[in-house]
Nanobody, 124 residues
Framework: QVQLVESGGGLVQPGGSLRLSCAAS????????MGWYRQAPGKQRERVAG????????NYADSVKGRFTISRDNAKKTVYLQMNSLKPEDTAVYYC?????????????????WGKGTLVTVSS
């Protein structure tokens, strides 16, 4: 069993920054991809960013390219999402995702484990 725990969400003004963290624990075996999804009220869950086990392949949604940066520390079993130049449309619950046998970037069906989510609100 794997547990993913997100932290770092909160309220921020437009143009501000936040850093999300996701710590994994439990029966974790390499390789595994990790990433972030988000879900705004009334909308479907969407991909935000994904990173492979060694960090060699990174994907971003077009809406966050140039503003968000995903990284991971395998020794700490933690993935991060640095979010800069935040916009009101970034407001959502952000979910950490892990995939052992596929890729988190392939879509929600490719995710094996989900965190419970952390709320990010961008508002003045």
């Amino acid at each position: 069993q794997v547990q993913l725990v997100e932290s770092g969400g909160g309220l921020v003004q437009p143009g501000g920054s936040l850093r999300l963290s996701c710590a994994a624990s439990g029966s974790i075996f390499s390789p595994y991809t990790m990433g972030w999804y988000r879900q705004a009220p009334g909308k479907q869950r969407e991909r935000v960013a994904g990173i492979t086990s060694g960090g060699s392949i990174i994907n971003y949604a077009d809406s966050v390219k140039g503003r968000f940066t995903i990284s991971r520390d395998n020794a700490k079993k933690t993935v991060y999402l640095q979010m800069n130049s935040l916009k009101p449309e970034d407001t959502a619950v952000y979910y950490c995702a892990m995939s052992r046998y596929g890729s988190v970037w392939s879509g929600p069906n490719g995710v094996d484990y989900w965190g419970k989510g952390t709320l990010v609100t961008v508002s003045s």
